[in-house]
């Protein structure tokens, strides 16, 4: 089996070194890609990037119109029975691939998995841990109704078979932080995924990251996703829109008490 990995990247010299070593350091009885769609960067990544020597790896490094753009690129270019991607700032916990590709190997008929993903914060110290804990109670009650009204699954610790993504179609680029949870939702109206107990992933929420602005449009944006594959289930529509007023006031709530 071969696993292919895409990493967006822009800008993230600080923390790309790390994520590389969380991917080129995984073992195990599977072939590895990892691609790399950097968006011009002009900082210490292409420096990094000119350093590598392995044929394992592969980048391009060239303005793009943004993230769910530089992905799709990368997938275009997977060859790779299974894909995922993994952001420059994130990591695959040790053994996370070869987890990954022993459950496909063991369950042919399934045609995604999601398994747990631990937070950190740019010192890869574990963070927010009742989030964790939260998400991984949601996904091990996985149903698809339950996806429809709050968006659970940590999307570093997604994989795919590369034949049902083309399926399934690419990410929505026109969506700024929710384009993993549009993918979810139209995964999961086909199959449903398999859940791994295993913690396959670090996703790192520092100042500089996308969602560690923590902005209310993204759940907002969500919740329109939502939208899309509700049809008349008026009663998720109302659980999702209350699910997103529970996290905006957990956020506020933590802000606050910061002060």
């Known amino acids: 089996m071969k696993i292919s990995v895409i990493t967006p990247s822009f800008n993230q010299g600080a923390f790309l070194q790390r994520t ?19 968006g011009g960067s002009t900082d210490q990544t292409l420096d990094f990037l000119v350093s590598l020597n392995d044929a394992r790896v592969h980048w391009i490094s060239q303005p793009d119109r943004g993230q769910s753009h530089a992905i799709n690129k990368g997938l275009a270019m997977a060859t790779g029975d299974v894909v995922a991607w993994l952001n420059s700032d994130d990591l695959y916990a040790p053994g996370a691939l070869a987890i990954v590709a022993d459950a496909f190997n063991a369950h042919p008929q399934r045609q995604w998995l999601a398994g747990r ?8 110290q574990a963070i927010r841990s009742w989030v964790t804990r939260y998400k991984d109670r949601s996904l091990a009650r996985y149903t698809y109704r339950r996806l429809l009204r709050e968006n659970f699954i940590s999307q570093p610790a997604v994989f795919w078979r590369n034949s049902f993504g083309q399926q399934v179609g690419q990410l929505d680029e026109s969506l700024h932080w929710t384009m993993d949870y549009d993918l979810w939702l139209r995964m999961g109206r086909v199959a449903a995924p398999l859940v791994i107990e295993n913690s396959l992933a670090c996703f790192r929420l520092h100042q500089a990251s996308k ?4 902005d209310r449009q993204q759940f907002d944006e969500g919740y329109q996703v939502a939208r899309r594959y509700l049809d008349q289930d008026r009663v998720s529509r109302w659980v999702h829109r209350f699910n997103v007023e529970k996290i905006v006031l957990a956020y506020r709530l933590m802000q606050f008490c910061r002060r």
Do not use: H, K, P, T
């Open 20 to 38: 590389a070593g969380s991917i080129l350091n995984q073992q195990g009885e599977f072939d590895l890609q990892w691609i790399i769609i950097d």
């Open 117 to 124: 993903c631990q937070m950190i914060d740019a010192d890869d």
């Open 211 to 214: 969602s560690g602005q923590v």
